[in-house]
Nanobody, 119 residues
Framework: QVQLVESGGGLVQAGGSLRLSCQASGRAFSNYVMGWFRQAPGKEREFVARTRWSGGIIYYADSVRGRFTISRDKAKDTVYLQMNNLKPEDTAVYYC????????????WGQGTQVTVSS
């Protein structure tokens, strides 16, 4: 089993910054892909960013590229999502996810953390 716990969500004004954390436990993650997704009210869940746990392979959604940065601290078993220049349209529940390979679905998910950006 893999357990993922997100934290760091909250209320922030447009133009502000927020850092989300995802702490993982239960397995070794040397070959895992870690991802961030979000779901806004009335919309489908969408991909935000992903990285290999070991680092080096990073992708971003077009909507966040240049504003968000995904990173990880292997010593703390934690993946971060640094969000800068936040916009009201970034408001959503943000989820951390993990999969044991480069391809396929994500079988492991956190409980989500709410991010609200006010104008």
């Amino acid at each position: 089993q893999v357990q993922l716990v997100e934290s760091g969500g909250g209320l922030v004004q447009a133009g502000g910054s927020l850092r989300l954390s995802c702490q993982a436990s239960g397995r070794a993650f040397s070959n895992y892909v870690m991802g961030w997704f979000r779901q806004a009210p009335g919309k489908e869940r969408e991909f935000v960013a992903r990285t290999r746990w070991s680092g080096g392979i990073i992708y971003y959604a077009d909507s966040v590229r240049g504003r968000f940065t995904i990173s990880r601290d292997k010593a703390k078993d934690t993946v971060y999502l640094q969000m800068n220049n936040l916009k009201p349209e970034d408001t959503a529940v943000y989820y951390c996810a993990a999969r044991p390979g480069l391809d396929g679905q994500y079988p492991y998910w956190g409980q989500g953390t709410q991010v609200t950006v006010s104008s």
